[in-house]
């Protein structure tokens, strides 16, 4: 492809990061109804996740396991505090710093979460890739994210 006489690296098909970000749209799109029963969106089930694997972190360590930036991650914060999923506190050491925690109704959204990666992949399951097939796609794009994030 590269290669080819008349390349062009404008041409929207040469894009390696327009099926990137075509496939991630369409994969969160996938998602919009499983989440929709929990009434979040799609980053606001990132910031679970986050915590489902470790309650009462600081918003920069959340900042840093999403890659996005603090300005784009507090009003996220903040809606789902106001939603009742996190509670947004001073840490007592650091006035400086904000610690995030679930509250009683982000714990209990982990239980009804639970299903949700099964039902993706039954949903995903109509398309031609197998499993095999995806977790080597994983393998390459968490490469390319350690590569460019650094």
């Not at 489902?52 to 920069?60: A, L, T």
């Not at 009804?112 to 080597?136: G, R, T």
Request: net charge positive; aromatic share 6%.
């Amino acid at each position: 492809m590269l290669l080819e006489e008349n390349y062009n690296p404008l041409k929207l098909e040469n894009q390696i990061c327009f099926p990137l970000y075509s496939v991630s749209r369409l994969l969160i799109q996938q998602y919009k109804p499983l989440l929709d029963e929990l009434n979040i969106t799609y980053p606001q089930y990132l910031v679970l996740l986050v915590l489902w694997e470790k309650n009462e972190i600081p918003v920069k360590d959340i900042s840093e396991k999403l890659l996005l930036e603090t300005n784009t991650l507090t009003p996220l914060l903040k809606r789902m505090e106001t939603n009742g999923y996190l509670q947004r506190n001073r840490s007592k050491t650091d006035e400086r710093m904000v610690i995030i925690s679930l509250t009683k109704k982000g714990k209990d959204a982990h239980q009804k979460a639970l299903e949700i990666p099964q039902k993706l992949v039954e949903k995903l399951d109509c398309f031609s890739v197998d499993k095999k097939e995806m977790e080597v796609m994983k393998s390459i794009l968490d490469k390319v994210i350690a590569t460019v994030k650094n």
